[in-house]
């Protein structure tokens, strides 16, 4: 029993380190004070932790210091990866806490057998059922990120009645348990099924929804944290859970609504089959190609230039390159800003991050409401990968699988530029008809080469 004073210093302690977590999502809301909140969480986490070593009922530290010593080791190299391989570490990670949770409410089931409550076992069956299905369904989605699985969705016929039948048949074992927690057999199948179900889930998903994917992943985590903290009756997890799985989820909501995109549609719809758009099947089209001479001459003369940003120039690792790029146009007068998409990239504020890394000026950076109204007015717009995000099909086609989907409308500027190795479809499958128009020039090549080349030519051929 702990005395009453050490009681007050631990919910102080707690209530310190969940203030300090709800600040951490206040500040990561803005890029401005993005720093803050991620210095916050890591503070608050660490209260949290230290705090719980501190309960009197540990008295056994042997194994907790051999699992902070692997994971610390396992963290730094999860930590030490190049930047374009941020979205698959951060899938890693969920995939991990997942784990993490599912082995925890393992491990109390068998513990509390056969003295366990229906209330117990609910709470227990809900945190194993999500915190397996999340464990797998992160690794699916690393694979996918990593290029290790197939980007495009890996379907069959009837695959969701197939899947919603296997997780249909978790509950069901899970409602057995619930009732008659006692039969253990059937334990280890509710976790099997689950593991299964998290593979059935994401293998269907393509590249071109990874954002969402993760975003959601990061909810189920967060809940599945939660539930772990009923179960361990720990309070500050219990909050901490549901702060991560709630903002998890919102964000979820935007980037769906950013895509004009359902959830059922982002998890079942098997989005991002090649297909060709309309337009390119009526007739054979030409491009308009441009070197990297005649691209610095259009931007050095421009007074306005929006540059978008898309996953193309973090596979190239080509933000520093851009920032040079800034530099230059900027010391010739020209006003350069980066339009963001929500859903560019390969995870939530994916190109805020490369950006920032490359210390853009977070004034510069735009979002997509604010680029749209300003693309009329503006000289060139610089498309440096990204290539859904600004597809007009989004507007035109109605069959397109994208119409409707919110884009950074580029092809309202006076000069379209479009930095890419080739001509092939984004994540989404179909063809960009905005390569095809006459505004538009194409510079074909490595975004990170080819924006360099353009530096150099602007700083008058001197090398760069």
């Known amino acids: ?48 932790v230290v705090t719980t070593l501190f309960n009197p009922e540990l008295v056994q530290f042997k194994w907790i210091l051999i699992a902070l010593l692997v994971g610390t080791m396992i963290g730094i190299r999860l930590g030490l990866v190049h930047m374009t391989a941020v979205p698959q570490r951060t899938a890693m990670s969920h995939a991990f806490g997942a784990l993490a949770a599912a082995l925890i409410g393992i491990s109390e089931y068998y513990m509390r057998i056969p003295h366990i409550s229906k209330f117990e076992m609910t709470e227990i069956a809900l945190e194993v059922i999500i915190g397996s299905l999340s464990f ?42 619930i009732l008659h927690p006692t039969r253990v057999y059937f334990f280890p199948f509710m976790v099997l099924i689950s593991l299964i179900f998290g593979v059935l889930l994401v293998t269907p998903i393509g590249g071109a929804d990874m954002p969402t994917v993760i975003s959601l992943l990061n909810s189920y985590v967060g809940f599945t944290a939660a539930l ?13 859970g549901a702060l991560d799985g709630s903002s998890g989820f919102i964000l979820s909501v935007i980037m769906c609504k950013a895509m004009n995109r359902s959830f059922t549609n ?41 540059v978008v940003p898309g996953y193309g120039m973090a596979v190239a690792q080509a ?24 859903v ?3 995870m939530p504020g994916h190109m805020n991050v490369l950006l920032a890394e490359a210390d853009i000026p977070y ?102």
Request: proline share 4%.
């Open 363 to 464: 004034d510069r950076l735009i979002d997509m409401e604010t680029a749209n109204s300003e693309m009329p007015q503006t000289d060139v717009a610089l498309i440096i990968g990204a290539n859904d995000v600004t597809n007009p099909a989004a507007k035109t086609e109605e069959g397109s699988p994208i119409y409707g989907m919110p884009i950074i409308e580029v092809d309202n500027a006076r000069t379209v530029m479009v930095i890419k190795r080739s001509l092939s479809p984004g994540f989404a499958g179909i063809d960009n008809g905005l390569y095809y128009m006459g505004k538009t020039l194409m510079l074909f090549g490595d975004a990170k080469a080819f924006v360099g080349d353009i530096v150099r030519e602007l700083s008058g051929g001197a090398h760069v």
């Open 319 to 342: 933000q520093h390159k851009v920032r040079e790029l800034y530099d230059a146009l900027s010391k010739k007068g020209v006003d350069v800003k980066f339009g963001i998409h929500p």
């Open 136 to 177: 797998t369904g992160s690794l699916i989605a690393a694979g996918k990120l990593q290029e290790i699985l197939p980007q495009r969705p890996i379907t069959y016929k009837g695959q969701n009645y197939v899947s919603l039948s296997v997780l249909g048949a978790a509950v069901v074992i899970a409602l057995i348990l």
């Open 266 to 306: 982002v998890m079942f719809g098997a989005f991002g089959k090649l297909q060709v758009s309309a337009a390119a099947e009526k007739e054979e089209r030409t491009v308009r190609t441009a070197s990297a001479e005649e691209a610095a001459a259009i931007l050095g003369a421009a007074n306005t230039v929006i």
């Open 1 to 48: 029993m702990m005395p009453p004073t050490a009681q007050y210093l631990t919910d102080f302690a707690y209530i310190a380190a969940i203030a300090l977590f709800i600040l951490s999502l206040k500040w990561l809301s803005s890029p401005a004070t993005a720093r803050h909140g991620v210095l916050s969480g890591e503070i608050g986490a660490a209260i949290a």
């Open 228 to 240: 772990l903290g009923f179960v361990l009756n720990i309070k500050v997890l219990v909050v901490a």
């Open 344 to 346: 560019a990239g390969r």
